[in-house]
């Protein structure tokens, strides 16, 4: 079955620390693995995806088959990180997407 | 580029009535829309996938007569809510798949459609 945890609902941190958002997943096959994110009251919109290796607004997300895992990092969090953010894993081009719950990220000053 | 708009982006209705949602690429055609709920603090469910030209393929649980999709063309889905109940109150997300002959194209999203049933 597909599946996409992610364990923490709420993440806090202060501006300036390093941060991590865990997602584990479940999929029998190759999956796809995406980060999106939903700032507030705005569309979700793709943070980055494994496929393409990149690192967008200093987040970082590395593949581990070993773990089935896909945690997304960042060294230094901004307040502006504070958002809503979902992992989401997909298994061929056009595929559904499979969303984790979310966690949602509060960076304080 | 890359796209997606919905309208309306909030309706409100009364019980009983049908509510229509479309949702437009903009800048591109779309292989694949999908269409998603999300509740309060909750996750994006998706609800079904719409390919052009042919039937929708809703997931488990989700009537079919009771959210009607249309995919008329490659730039836009209809998601009708029939003889919608209070309990149908919800935000309503689309995304959408560029054509394109890479692999795991990336979903792009609209807005969201605030619907509340009175």
Known sequence: AQRVTQPEKLLSVFKGAPVELKCNYSYSGSP???WYVQYSRQRLQLLLRHISRESIKGFTADLNKGETSFHLKKPFAQE?????YYCALSGRKSEKLVFGKGTKLTVNP | GAVVSQHPSRVICKSGTSVKIECRSLDFQATTMFWYRQFPK???????TSNEGSKATYEQGVEKDKFLIN???????????????????SFYIC???PLSGGAWETQYFGPGTRLLVL
Do not use: C, Y
Request: no cysteine.
């Open chain 1, 80 to 84: 502006e990180d504070s958002a809503m």
């Open chain 1, 32 to 34: 796809e693995l995406f």
């Open chain 2, 42 to 48: 909750q996750s994006l469910m998706l609800m079904a």
């Open chain 2, 95 to 97: 995304s959408a798949t």
């Open chain 2, 71 to 89: 995919h008329a063309s490659l730039t836009l889905s209809t998601l009708t809510v029939t003889s919608a109940h209070p309990e149908d109150s």
